[in-house]
Nanobody, 125 residues
Framework: QVQLVESGGALVQAGGSLRLSCAASGRTFSTYTMGWFRQAPGKEREFVTAITSTGGFTYYAASVKGRFTVSMDSAKTTVYLQMNTLKPEDTAVYYC??????????????????WGQGTQVTVSS
């Protein structure tokens, strides 16, 4: 089992940037696909992006493609979400999550086994 801890959430103005981190404890991400999800008040949790530990394949939700970038450090203990050109509609609690397959294109929350506690991102207009 892996414990996930997100950090980096903040209040930022529209057009600004943030980088979120998700650190692992207990084990590395070497056999997982790591995803980022977000949940705004009153809305369902939605997929943002993910990166596979095998091959570093990345895939994105259409709403963030071209603005957000997911990456993983070489030790496979930290996953990053670089968010650029932020919009007020990006405001949400952001969660990282681990899928048990090293390579997948899963996008549904129920497909991911482990979750962090979340970090708040607020984008002001």
């Amino acid at each position: 089992q892996v414990q996930l801890v997100e950090s980096g959430g903040a209040l930022v103005q529209a057009g600004g940037s943030l980088r979120l981190s998700c650190a692992a404890s207990g084990r590395t991400f070497s056999t997982y696909t790591m995803g980022w999800f977000r949940q705004a008040p009153g809305k369902e949790r939605e997929f943002v992006t993910a990166i596979t530990s095998t091959g570093g394949f990345t895939y994105y939700a259409a709403s963030v493609k071209g603005r957000f970038t997911v990456s993983m450090d070489s030790a496979k203990t930290t996953v990053y979400l670089q968010m650029n050109t932020l919009k007020p509609e990006d405001t949400a609690v952001y969660y990282c999550a681990a899928h048990l397959a090293a390579w997948t294109t899963a996008r549904q929350p129920h497909q991911f086994a482990y979750w962090g506690q979340g970090t708040q991102v607020t984008v002001s207009s």
